[in-house]
């Protein structure tokens, strides 16, 4: 069974523009998604309450792993940008039986996850660079 035939025989919902998937903080559900069609938001709160754009999700890409990897809450928030938008609901057992017969899949999900890592990698050496920079203010 290839990738596209596994995800024929997933579930899949539709969700309407300004729909929440998930928001950050809500317990781990067991899910991971898959977006078949349409554009999502992934945001993060910030400290004043705010909430930041990190990236857009399109067809073809992943979210929720990280969670269902974990078990961990939710990061972000995911919410739907498009009119419509169509995603596959991978549940943990499904994802265990996907990742032990389809190598692509895991290589995909491997990339996506290390390309997440090193996005907060960077925000996380702007934000070094930011608080220094304060430091020399404040010692001014």
Same mark, same amino acid.
């Given at each position: 069974?290839?990738?596209?035939? &596994?995800?024929?025989? !997933?579930?899949?919902?539709?969700?309407?523009?300004? @729909?929440?998937?998930?928001?950050?903080? @809500? *317990?781990?559900?067991? %899910?991971?998604?898959?977006?078949?069609? +349409?554009?999502?938001?992934?945001?993060?709160?910030? *400290? /004043?309450? %705010?909430? $930041?754009?990190?990236?857009? #999700?399109? *067809? +073809?890409?992943?979210?929720?792993? #990280?969670?269902? #990897?974990?078990?961990? *809450?939710?990061?972000?928030?995911?919410?739907?940008?498009?009119?419509?938008?169509?995603? +596959? !609901?991978?549940? @943990?057992?499904?994802? =265990?039986?996907?990742?032990? !017969?389809?190598?692509? &899949?895991?290589?995909?999900?491997?990339?996506?996850?290390? $390309?997440?890592?090193?996005?907060?990698?960077?925000?996380?050496?702007? #934000?070094?660079?930011?608080? =220094?920079?304060?430091?020399? /203010? @404040? =010692?001014?």
């Amino acid at each position: 069974m290839n990738i596209l035939e &596994f995800m024929q025989n !997933i579930s899949t919902q539709v969700y309407l523009r300004g @729909d929440v998937i998930f928001r950050e903080g @809500d *317990p781990h559900d067991g %899910s991971m998604y898959c977006v078949m069609s +349409g554009m999502f938001a992934v945001t993060k709160r910030l *400290p /004043d309450g %705010s909430q $930041e754009i990190i990236k857009g #999700l399109g *067809p +073809g890409e992943f979210f929720g792993e #990280l969670s269902l #990897l974990t078990r961990r *809450p939710r990061a972000m928030t995911i919410s739907v940008v498009s009119t419509n938008a169509r995603v +596959g !609901i991978l549940r @943990d057992d499904q994802f =265990e039986k996907l990742a032990r !017969i389809n190598t692509h &899949f895991l290589f995909q999900l491997t990339k996506s996850t290390v $390309e997440k890592l090193h996005r907060a990698e960077a925000r996380l050496t702007e #934000l070094d660079k930011l608080l =220094e920079e304060i430091k020399k /203010d @404040d =010692e001014k």
